[in-house]
């Protein structure tokens, strides 16, 4: 992961008042790697499978699960409610 996204990580965690743990990094690298391999966003069975983070644990630690996800890594997302919200 590169340090621009190390950042972004770090400054979406203060925003929300979210404490990064362990945990919350193995979701974020694994995130970040299977886009750059496949150039799209992993899946919950995908985190589950290799990260042992189920969906319910993913949104439990991140404020709006998945999306959360997503978005502090970089991965566009599309939404209904918000449209796509773009790399910061």
Same mark, same amino acid.
């Given at each position: 992961?590169?340090? #621009? %996204? ?9 925003? %929300? @008042?979210?404490? #990064? %743990?362990?945990?919350?990094?193995? &979701?974020?690298? =694994?995130?970040?790697? !299977? ?5 799209? @966003?992993?899946? /919950?069975?995908?985190?589950?499978? =290799? ?6 644990? #993913?949104?439990?630690? =991140?404020?709006? @699960?998945?999306?959360?996800?997503? /978005? !502090? &890594? ?5 939404? #209904? ?8």
């Amino acid at each position: 992961m590169d340090n #621009l %996204t190390r950042t972004i990580i770090h400054t979406m965690a203060r925003r %929300t @008042g979210t404490v #990064l %743990t362990p945990e919350h990094l193995r &979701v974020l690298d =694994f995130a970040h790697e !299977w886009y750059a391999a496949k150039g799209v @966003g992993p899946l /919950f069975r995908n985190i589950a499978k =290799f990260t042992g983070v189920d969906k319910a644990r #993913l949104e439990a630690i =991140f404020p709006n @699960g998945l999306e959360s996800v997503y /978005f !502090w &890594v970089g991965i566009p997302v599309q939404s #209904l409610q918000s449209g796509c919200k773009p790399y910061v």
